[in-house]
């Protein structure tokens, strides 16, 4: 446990520079929102270091399976960062701020099309919002879309040159997925295969139905993206971040299932006994 708390302080102390980078990017007179954050960083630094401090599995699922926690956080501090550029625009423009608002509305108009995720977030923009909050929104969600999308390239590129999860066949699953338990119910590959498929599929499915729900909170307790800059980064950003990670984690579960399939293959034709699930029907 000693051994592993320098790496765990380090990953707190960069979860605590994503936390507040667009606290410090971005003015906001309400200082509530500000303070909120600051205590959000700090309870997330605790969480990062009691799970990664920690010599037995918590909650954080491929804790020992690099890079997918990586990815994860890169693809959501660069999110941060991108949409809060575009944002400090505002404020200071600056030859970085209108290159990227200016990438974020290209891509924003070229995703808002019929049925459409961001159609959908311009449709329940309340009455009244301005032209210029309309094309924050927008640009802001093509900004989100665009990191998203890379980060799942990156990560499938990955996969595939590093042969993740891991090149030898050799995966701890109490480790990596602490909330899975491959003693109980089928067959272990099938349920990967199961909970890969449903993952990505609620990952296809959140941009539709985060936004009808993101409204409905926020009129329940008087709160809108609309009002504060530092609002309106967060909830893009994770408007489009949790879909990713969803897809993140049903291709890496699926891509488990794989590896388990091939080396029960290769296990079974080492014995001269062909895989069961490979004998004709």
């Known amino acids: 446990m000693i051994s592993q708390l320098p ?15 667009p606290s410090l990017m971005l003015p906001d007179p309400n ?13 997330a630094a605790v969480f990062v270091i009691v799970e990664y401090g920690s010599t037995y599995p918590g909650l954080v699922e491929f804790r020992g399976a690099p890079p997918f926690n990586r990815v994860r956080f890169l693809t959501l501090f660069v999110t941060l960062v991108l949409i809060s550029v575009a944002c400090a625009g ?17 891509l924003g108009q070229s995703m808002d099309f019929p049925l459409s995720p961001i159609r959908l977030i311009l449709w329940l923009l309340p009455e009244g919002t301005s032209l210029s ?16 999308l890379v980060g799942l390239t990156v990560f499938a590129i990955l996969i595939r040159i590093r042969g993740w ?17 491959p003693t109980a119910g089928a067959d272990v ?10 993952n ?44 990713t990670s969803l897809f993140l984690r049903g291709i ?23 895989d069961p699930a490979f004998l004709p029907a």
């Open 133 to 148: 909050q309309a094309h924050s929104v927008r640009a802001a969600a093509g900004l989100a879309y665009l990191t998203s």
């Open 200 to 243: 990505i599929l609620l990952g296809l499915l959140l941009p539709y139905l985060a936004p009808p729900l993101a409204v409905f909170i926020a009129r329940s307790y008087d709160l809108s993206m609309l009002h504060s800059d530092l609002m309106l980064v967060w909830v893009m950003a994770l408007w489009a971040f949790l879909p």
């Open 31 to 43: 200082s509530q929102i500000t303070d909120t954050f600051v205590l959000i960083a700090i309870f």
């Open 7 to 21: 790496g765990a302080c380090i990953r707190a102390f960069l979860v605590v520079v994503m936390v507040l980078t």
């Open 165 to 181: 999860p891991s090149p030898t066949g050799s995966f701890n699953v109490w480790i990596n997925l602490p909330t899975f338990d």
């Open 90 to 106: 505002k404020y200071e423009s600056t030859l970085l701020s209108r290159l990227v608002m200016a990438i974020g509305v290209l």
């Open 189 to 198: 590959v099938k349920r990967l295969n199961r909970d890969g498929a449903v």
């Open 252 to 274: 890496a579960m699926r891509r488990l299932a794989l590896m388990i399939s091939h080396k029960r293959r290769r296990l079974g034709q080492e014995d001269g006994v062909p």
